[in-house]
Nanobody, 127 residues
Framework: VQLQASGGGLVQAGGSLRLSCGVSGSTFSSHYMGWFRRTPGKEHEFVAGINWNTGDTDYADSVRGRFTVSRDATVNTMYLQMNSLKPEDTAVYYC?????????????????????WGRGTQVTVSS
């Protein structure tokens, strides 16, 4: 399974970006996918996630109301629409596929519970 995140860039505070995560080589019909971000010296931070089958979503408190995660099964792609960006959103953003689907939201906030990871895409928000 290969994941490819794209869509990062430089944006001013208050601006928007949309990240994409394409999935190839997938043989599973149901899974949970998440977005994480990481800044130097820190652990992966959960941002948002989605149950591929049901469309149920989870968000970190820090992005709730500003970010929206979605998926398009026809093109096997997950998206992260990021609005009202803040300088503290600056990070490398990663997409990942979890080991299991159908568990409580808290399970998906831990990066160790994900088995496939894509290469990150840099998001930089200037003040």
């Amino acid at each position: 399974v290969q994941l490819q995140a794209s869509g990062g860039g430089l944006v001013q505070a208050g601006g928007s970006l949309r990240l994409s995560c394409g999935v190839s080589g997938s043989t599973f019909s149901s899974h949970y996918m998440g977005w994480f971000r990481r800044t130097p010296g820190k652990e992966h931070e959960f941002v948002a996630g989605i149950n591929w089958n049901t469309g149920d979503t989870d968000y970190a408190d820090s992005v709730r109301g500003r970010f929206t995660v979605s998926r398009d099964a026809t093109v096997n792609t997950m998206y992260l629409q990021m609005n009202s960006l803040k300088p503290e959103d600056t990070a490398v953003y990663y997409c990942a596929v979890a080991h299991f689907v159908g568990l409580s939201g808290r399970y998906y906030t831990f990066s160790s519970n994900y088995r496939f990871w894509g290469r990150g895409t840099q998001v930089t928000v200037s003040s």
